[in-house]
C-alpha cells in the first residue's frame, strides 16, 4: 500500500510541475521572439550569415523559422512565406530561398539545382530580401498545436 501511495505522489508532483511550467509560460506571453534582416544575397556564395541578436534569449531547444517578405498585400499588409520559398524565373527554372542555422547564427541563401544559371537572376531576386526570423520555444509551440506554416498565427505568440 506504501509503494502505491508513494507511486501516486510521484505522478501527481511530476504532473503538477509540468503543468505549472507550461501556465506560467502563457500568463507571461513569453512565447516567441522575432527579427528582421534586410540582405543581399549575391555572388560568389548567394548567401548571408549574421547572429542571432544577443538580447534574445536562446535555448539549444528552440524553434528557429524564417520567414520571406514577398510582397504588400491590398490593404498594405506585409506577406510573409516560410521558408523555403520556391520562385519560378520567367525562363521556367525555379531556385529557392532557404536558410540554415547552427544554435546562435542564421545563414539565408539562395538554393538550386545544379544545373541553374545563376547569372540569369534578376537584382530584384537577389537585392534587398527581407527575412524575418522567429525563435519559438519547442515545448510551447508543442503544447499549443501552433501551425508554424501559419505567419499570422505565429505572428500571434511573438513578444
Known amino acids: 500500500m506504501k509503494r502505491i501511495l508513494t507511486f501516486i505522489t510521484i505522478i501527481s508532483l511530476f504532473t503538477a510541475c509540468t ?18 534582416r534586410t540582405v543581399d544575397l549575391v555572388a560568389p556564395n548567394y548567401e548571408q550569415t549574421f547572429s542571432i541578436p544577443t538580447n534574445i534569449e536562446l535555448f539549444e531547444t528552440d524553434m528557429v523559422l524564417a520567414y520571406h517578405l514577398v510582397g504588400v498585400d491590398a490593404d498594405g499588409f506585409d ?6 520559398d520556391t520562385v519560378f524565373t ?3 527554372e525555379q531556385f529557392q530561398y532557404n536558410f ?60
Open 90 to 92: 520567367s525562363t521556367g
Open 19 to 36: 503543468t505549472e511550467e507550461v501556465v506560467e509560460v502563457q500568463n507571461n506571453f513569453i512565447a516567441a521572439q522575432s527579427f528582421e
Open 79 to 84: 506577406i510573409w512565406r516560410l521558408l523555403p
Open 100 to 159: 540554415e542555422h547552427s544554435f546562435d547564427l542564421i545563414t539565408l541563401f539562395i538554393d538550386a539545382p545544379s544545373t541553374f544559371d545563376f547569372n540569369s537572376l534578376l537584382q530584384g531576386d537577389t537585392l534587398d530580401q527581407t527575412f524575418r526570423i522567429v525563435i519559438l520555444p519547442v515545448d510551447f509551440i508543442n503544447s499549443n498545436n501552433i501551425d508554424a506554416t501559419n505567419f499570422s498565427e505565429v505572428m500571434s505568440y511573438v513578444k
